[in-house]
T-cell receptor, first 111, second 114 residues
Framework: GQNIDQPTEMTATEGAIVQINCTYQ??????LFWYQQHAGEAPTFLSY????GLEEKGRFSSFLSRSKGYSYLLLKELQMKDSASYLC????????????FGSGTRLQVQP | EAQVTQNPRYLITVTGKKLTVTCSQN?????MSWYRQDPGLGLRQIYY???????DKGDVPEGYKVSRKEKRNFPLILESPSPNQTSLYFC?????????????FGEGSRLTVL
């Protein structure tokens, strides 16, 4: 089984940088995903890490340390539209290809 | 357009009245799954299917059934709904062609059981 922890809520200012942390415990790690979910909408894929290090994609970056069971999502140049929940999800090294999700971090971007 | 389509999007029903939530994907994905999302609990997997005629339980399967007779469709069946099944339901699919194997989600079905 898996245990995934991330902060419940965060607040940041438009134009700033925010880091959302995720820690996990798993018996067989096979990838970590970050999803964005606006209220009442479906989650949409943001990033994927399977090896240690930083993956950058525009204003969003994601970091992974497998030895520490730790990841973060970094959002730069925050915009009001970035107000959403950010879901950390881990895939175990089985054939299921299922993702186990954390409870999500609700980010509020203020003017 | 590549998508996962769920119906109905919104439904209010009463305890014990059987209902089916349909899910269809047009991406030829082998893997399909159902999740429910509840405040403070995040997304929890109900059932999943690795391919046609292959289904298995997720973390919270009680009170639900599924079938996978065709590759594109994966309906979720509530034989006798109860109020604790009031939730937001998401169908998702993924294929083997992509680099990451990420899940693609439907728009969600909000179910209320009275």
């Amino acid at each position: 089984g898996q245990n995934i922890d991330q902060p419940t809520e965060m607040t940041a200012t438009e134009g700033a940088i925010v880091q959302i942390n995720c820690t996990y415990q798993t018996s067989g790690f096979n990838g970590l995903f970050w999803y964005q979910q606006h209220a009442g909408e479906a989650p949409t894929f943001l990033s994927y890490n399977v090896l240690d290090g930083l993956e950058e994609k525009g204003r969003f970056s994601s970091f992974l340390s497998r030895s520490k069971g730790y990841s973060y999502l970094l959002l730069k140049e925050l915009q009001m539209k970035d107000s959403a929940s950010y879901l950390c999800a881990v895939r175990e090294g089985t054939g299921r290809r299922a993702l186990t999700f954390g409870s999500g971090t609700r980010l509020q971007v203020q003017p | 357009e590549a998508q996962v389509t769920q119906n109905p999007r919104y439904l209010i029903t009463v305890t014990g009245k059987k209902l089916t939530v349909t899910c269809s994907q047009n991406m030829n994905h082998e893997y399909m799954s159902w999740y429910r999302q509840d405040p403070g609990l995040g997304l929890r997997q109900i059932y999943y299917s690795m391919n046609v005629e292959v289904t298995d339980k997720g973390d919270v399967p009680e009170g639900y059934k599924v079938s996978r007779k065709e590759k594109r469709n994966f309906p979720l069946i509530l034989e006798s709904p109860s109020p604790n099944q009031t939730s937001l339901y998401f169908c998702a699919s993924s294929g083997t062609g992509g680099v990451t194997g990420e899940l693609f989600f439907g728009e969600g079905s909000r179910l209320t059981v009275l």
